[in-house]
């Protein structure tokens, strides 16, 4: 009887325990992919702000929109040789820069996170506008 009870005991746990795990799996992935989409958010809103104090016009001065791109892949609109992306797999041909008469609007487009079992997506989001610095009272 003692050792019926055992058998029963080893099987509950071992379905107690593949539960318990998709569910850590679950909430592991879902927490990385909100952690690395507030890192691209943070970035973007970063290089919207920065093309928008260095533009002057709706016509994107080349220099400056490199500068934008390495900030939002790097980090550091200069960024060192061996500089790491701030997500696995973003490159600055991700990043999309408009600018427009009185804002510039950065975006990333063709990304997705790369979770554990999936990718998530990222086409056209994150996207922040900021309006032009005025400068010399204009």
């Known amino acids: 009887m003692r050792w019926s ?16 795990t998709a569910t850590f799996v679950g909430l592991f992935e879902i927490g990385y992919a909100f952690f690395t989409y507030g890192t ?11 093309s928008a104090s260095r533009q002057h016009g709706a016509v ?9 791109r390495n900030l939002v892949v790097y980090g550091d609109p200069a960024p ?5 992306p ?9 990043v999309e820069i408009v600018e427009g008469p009185d804002t510039s609007t950065v975006s990333l ?4 996170i790369d979770a554990l079992f999936t ?10 506008t900021f309006p032009l610095a005025r400068r010399g009272g204009k």
């Not at 701030?86 to 991700?94: M, V």
Request: hydrophobic letters at 50%; one cysteine or more.
């Open 5 to 20: 009870r055992r058998g029963s005991a080893l099987i509950e746990f071992a379905g107690s325990l593949i539960v318990l």
């Open 60 to 68: 994107a001065d080349p220099e400056v929109a490199n500068a934008v």
């Open 86 to 94: 701030l997500a696995q797999g973003l490159t600055p041909a991700n």
């Open 80 to 84: 060192a040789a061996n500089a790491r």
């Open 40 to 50: 691209l958010v943070t970035a973007v809103r970063a290089g919207a702000r920065y």
């Open 109 to 112: 487009r063709g990304f997705a």
């Open 119 to 128: 990718k998530v997506n990222l086409d056209g989001c994150p996207t922040v």
